[in-house]
């Protein structure tokens, strides 16, 4: 446990952001989910709508160091790759 002054104002610090990271972090999760959603209902409008509402939002907690660069470009690249699948089988 902190003792001095200063470390317990670290630790108030450390769990404020920890809950803020992971409000983020689930925000990113949950915009990812809407378009998984829509690809599996196979709605290819709702899809690319989401699509374009999630990129923002994942491109945004990438800059911030929310998740990782590569993470946020790999969930674009997998997300565009499921929606382009869906636009040449229609």
């Given amino acids: 446990m902190a003792n001095s002054p200063q470390a317990k104002k670290r630790a108030k610090q450390a769990e404020k952001r920890r809950n803020h990271n992971a409000s983020l972090r689930s925000m990113v999760r949950t915009y990812?989910?809407?378009v998984i959603?829509?690809?599996d209902a196979k709605d290819l409008e709702q899809?690319?709508?989401a699509y374009i509402a999630a990129v923002p939002v994942i491109d945004?907690?990438?800059d911030k160091g929310i998740i990782d660069k590569n993470k946020a470009a790999r969930h674009k690249s997998r997300l565009n790759a499921?929606?382009?699948?869906?636009a040449?089988?229609?």
Avoid at 82 to 86: D, E, N, T, V
Wanted: hydrophobic share 55%; no cysteine; proline share 0%.
């Fill in 88 to 90: 040449e089988a229609a």
């Fill in 37 to 39: 959603k829509a690809i």
């Fill in 82 to 86: 499921h929606i382009k699948a869906m």
């Fill in 47 to 49: 899809a690319k709508t």
């Fill in 32 to 34: 990812i989910k809407n």
């Fill in 60 to 62: 945004r907690m990438a």
